[in-house]
């Protein structure tokens, strides 16, 4: 990449930097859960609109979400803005810092494309309810991604697991997630007058947890089984004939996470055959796993700082899943992360983590990285050979993911 167009990515980022710690702090002051990030909306809509992008409220069928993009012609790179919040403990997850980072990136490569006049498009998208609501699944599904050539994010974490100098990894996978709720019917009687007219759904519930902790001794140790109890009867004295538990069901691949599920089903099938009562399942939000693309981090390395990002260790700077795998699985993807200093050490979704993300360290820390995301998104567009190669292995890496490897 000629350095001139290193230098006008940089120079905007440096010169809008008003404008993005204002969504910043904004978005950390004023927590939203999935779905209602209204205010985190009609900030960025406002901003972009009055720095003068094409920008799209309530896109693609999502109340808030938006599309902002420029350019024309060539290929799109699409950079996502996560900004839902946690109930009761806010910005835990540190979204007000992805939103930044994207917005930084968006800034820089649409900076770099109006000065070199080459072809090409960058979008970027207002991504609503990670946290469970699946939000980047409808924007999917609504052709939200269709015909990118990468979709590139970036998501912090805690920096104390990081050694001495490194600030961020590039290559991070994450794991599937299937998820469901199961609902148990029997038959309500007086527990103390006649037990035995009675079907109890909560023995149902109680030997499905037992069957599922067997269960666990025999899993691989990436694999994860964790679940709650949504309701489990009313009083004592009436024999529980509704009650409901919800489970997530991780593994390593998408594949895999579903064949793990149907072990875990006859886990619910059994307990609903030995205590009489009905079953039902009804699927939620499921995530595909990150499968972050190995091109594009390992050219985010050689555009960071050297020595400030490692590849792929420690394989515990952040764990879980996300949405973002699923948008893996229709583009070549990015998901790196970065290091912010919590007091205590504090992990994601704790109230520490929520106090680190509103420092303005974390912040320098999401802008360094958008400079690195818009440099590498820019190379997409910009560089045709790149682009093929890109694509290439991420064809190859999807019919691996399709084989459950």
Not at 21 to 47: C, D, G, R, T, W
Request: glycine content about 10%; aromatic content about 8%.
């Amino acid at each position: 990449m000629a350095q001139n167009w290193t230098s006008v990515i940089e120079g905007e980022i440096e010169a809008r930097h008003a404008e993005i710690s204002s969504i910043n702090q904004q978005i950390h002051a004023n927590p939203e859960l999935a779905y209602e990030e209204h205010k985190a909306h009609q900030a960025f809509v406002s901003v972009l609109i009055s720095l003068g992008f094409d920008v799209t409220p309530h896109a693609y069928g999502v109340e808030t979400s938006f599309s902002a993009e420029f350019g024309a012609g060539g290929r799109l790179v699409i950079f996502n803005a996560e900004y839902d919040a946690l109930p009761g403990i806010g910005h835990a997850c540190g979204h007000n810092l992805i939103a930044s980072s994207s917005f930084a990136a968006f800034l820089g490569v649409a900076a770099a494309l109006k000065a070199s006049g080459l072809p090409g498009r960058v979008r970027l998208l207002g991504t609503p309810a990670e946290e469970g609501g699946g939000g980047k699944l409808k924007l999917i599904d609504a052709g939200a991604y269709k015909g990118a050539s990468a979709s590139l994010m970036v998501h912090p974490g805690p920096g104390h697991h990081l050694p001495d100098g490194i600030r961020g990894v590039s290559y991070v996978k994450m794991l599937a997630n299937v998820k469901f709720r199961i609902h148990f019917t029997g038959r309500e009687s007086h527990a103390a007058i006649a037990p035995w007219e009675g079907v109890n759904a909560l023995d149902a519930v109680c030997l499905s947890y037992n069957a599922i902790s067997m269960l666990r001794q025999q899993i691989r140790p990436y694999e994860r089984i964790h679940g709650v109890f949504r309701s489990a009867g009313d009083r004592p004295n009436v024999t529980p004939a509704n009650c409901c538990v919800e489970y997530y069901v991780r593994s390593q691949t998408r594949v895999q996470a579903e064949r793990l599920w149907q072990r875990v089903f006859k886990c619910f099938e059994g307990a609903a055959l030995a205590t009489g009562c009905e079953f039902s399942i009804e699927p939620l939000n499921s995530y595909a796993d990150v499968r972050p693309s190995s091109v594009l981090c390992k050219t985010y390395l050689e555009v960071m700082e050297q020595g400030t990002v490692a590849y792929s260790e420690p394989a515990d700077i952040l764990a879980g899943s996300t949405d973002m795998g699923d948008v893996c699985y229709q583009c070549p993807g990015f998901h790196g992360v970065f290091g912010i200093g919590t007091k205590d050490g504090e992990e994601n979704h704790t109230k520490g983590f929520t106090a680190a993300a509103g420092t303005e360290q974390a912040f320098t820390r999401a802008v360094e990285c958008g400079r690195g995301m818009a440099l590498l998104g820019f190379k997409v567009l910009a560089d045709d050979e790149y682009a093929e190669h890109l694509k290439a292995d991420w064809e190859s890496d999807m019919k691996l993911a399709a084989e459950g490897r």
